[in-house]
């Protein structure tokens, strides 16, 4: 007899984490047919996590449509079975279960299926900032990433990730925490990358792939950026202005900006770190880092933004030097 979830959009504020994780079981069980997608833009953990929750599914016989709005950055590409991911804005079949992942509203992943084509939703994220949209909404923002609530799924399915989806899980994880140096980065990061590695995870290939492998258009937007570096308030606001130009003069992509903003906060008196990327004459895209105990919540919040704490991101409609200005201004008294 299937096993049926009594109770609609379960989450940790009306059940345990046990039971989450085992109404999940039950769906994985049940269903046959799955949807995958993580946010726009995706990054390690996006990807990392819905390649090694994709593998698992089709190890235990499921059809599996894991899709991107968005293109999967070149730096990516390396991860196993990135390739199969799909990419598209429109996705027209129906679903027994939608997994979502690291989105704060079912939208952010891009509207590539729509609520109603999926008998079960699954929301999986960290946002200390989100919205209980799934059926079933294992959130937990104490966790530095999606990667690590997946890998409890294959704990409470008492099934091993095998290499590839342990070397998956591990990107996800190593670039959340910023190679274990950011401030999410908690004890059972470190265990998880431990039982990762009991898997056969390679953690010297992974990061030389994603740390010590650059493409020469990226290195020349490094340097464009990194020669702009400006700062306000006695260097406690640090910042780096990203204009179209030089991403046509360093023949980089929107996804080459990935650790630049990490030298913002590497500055000794800066507090918040922020790249400021021109996407036209009348938007400016922003994201954030801050250090210890200072959160990025509020200001962003004063744009429509979100994120973590210490990692958010908002978007200003006005040109870069006007945006610039403007986020200045709203730090002003908080550092």
């Known amino acids: 007899m299937k096993m049926i979830i009594q109770k609609n959009n379960l989450s940790l504020e009306n059940s345990s984490k046990q039971e989450i994780l085992d109404a999940i079981s039950a769906v994985i069980k049940e269903s046959n047919t799955f949807f995958i997608a993580g946010h726009t833009q995706p990054d390690g953990d ?78 999986i994220d960290h946002h200390l900032a989100h919205t209980n949209f799934g059926d079933i909404n294992y959130i937990v923002p104490s966790s530095s990433s999606v990667s690590e609530l997946v890998y409890d799924i294959f704990v409470n399915l008492k099934i091993a990730p095998n290499i590839e989806e342990a070397e998956s899980l591990y990107v996800g994880l190593v670039t959340d925490t910023g190679r274990f140096q950011q401030l999410n980065t908690n004890s059972n990061s470190h265990l998880v990358a431990a039982g990762l590695l009991r898997c056969g995870a390679n953690s010297s290939k992974l990061c030389k792939k994603l740390f010590s492998t650059m493409e020469i258009s990226k290195i020349r937007l490094y340097g464009l950026a990194l020669s702009n570096i400006e700062t306000a308030y006695d260097e406690k606001f640090v910042y780096i202005k990203l204009t179209k130009d030089m991403f046509n003069k360093s023949k980089a992509s929107d996804t080459d900006t990935d650790g630049i903003i990490n030298y913002c906060i590497s500055v000794p008196k800066a507090v918040v770190g922020c790249l400021l990327k021109e996407v036209d004459k009348n938007t400016t895209k922003l994201s954030f880092r801050s250090i210890e105990q200072f959160s990025l919540l509020d200001t962003v919040k004063l744009f429509s933004g979100g994120g973590h704490k210490n990692a958010a991101g908002c978007t200003i409609n006005a040109d870069i030097d006007t945006a610039t200005e403007k986020i200045i201004q709203a730090f002003k008294g908080k550092l």
Do not use: W, Y
């Open 46 to 123: 996006a990807l990392g996590s819905g390649l090694a929750l994709a593998s698992l599914l089709r190890r235990l016989g499921k059809q599996v449509t894991h899709c991107s709005v968005d293109a999967i950055p070149k730096d990516m590409m390396f991860i196993q079975g990135a390739e199969t991911i799909i990419h598209t804005n429109k996705i027209s079949e129906n679903f027994d279960c939608a997994i979502i992942l690291e989105c704060i509203d079912f939208k952010r992943m891009g509207d590539i299926i729509l609520p109603a084509q999926a008998k079960k939703i699954i929301n």
